[in-house]
């Protein structure tokens, strides 16, 4: 496969997660199974229990920019690993995958305001 293959491939996956992360209840489940959240936590008040926990942790979860520049960097870093491409590869996916998810995530919240009038 080609450097753009798989920088398409990577973005995917990385898209993928974030949008699983923000807009399903995994998170909420997860950290219910978990037992990182109380069991009376209702799901719109994850994120708040997340950072009064930890802070650090707790606001790394609960940004999408965050969360998708550390996704992005260990999603470019296996793709590094499995491929023959350069280290460069792995700066450009780190740096370029955010903004991107970050323009599909605002993207995505506008489509799922205006469906909800």
């Given at each position: 496969m080609g450097t753009i293959e798989l920088y398409l491939i990577g973005l995917a996956i990385s898209t993928n997660l974030i949008f699983v992360w923000f807009f399903t209840s995994i998170k909420y489940h997860l950290f219910r199974f978990l037992k990182i959240v109380n069991k009376n936590c209702e799901i719109q008040n994850v994120d708040n229990e997340l950072i009064l926990k930890n802070r650090f942790f707790g606001e790394l979860l609960s940004c999408?920019?965050?969360?998708?520049?550390?996704?992005?960097?260990?999603?470019?870093?296996?793709?590094?690993?499995?491929?023959?491409?350069?280290?460069?590869?792995?700066?450009?996916?780190?740096?370029?995958?955010?903004?991107?998810?970050?323009?599909?995530?605002?993207?995505?919240?506008?489509l799922n305001a205006y469906s909800d009038r």
């Open positions: 999408p920019i965050c969360l998708s520049t550390h996704i992005s960097f260990w999603t470019a870093f296996i793709i590094y690993l499995m491929s023959d491409l350069t280290f460069i590869f792995i700066l450009v996916a780190t740096f370029s995958y955010p903004a991107i998810i970050y323009l599909f995530y605002c993207l995505a919240n506008a």
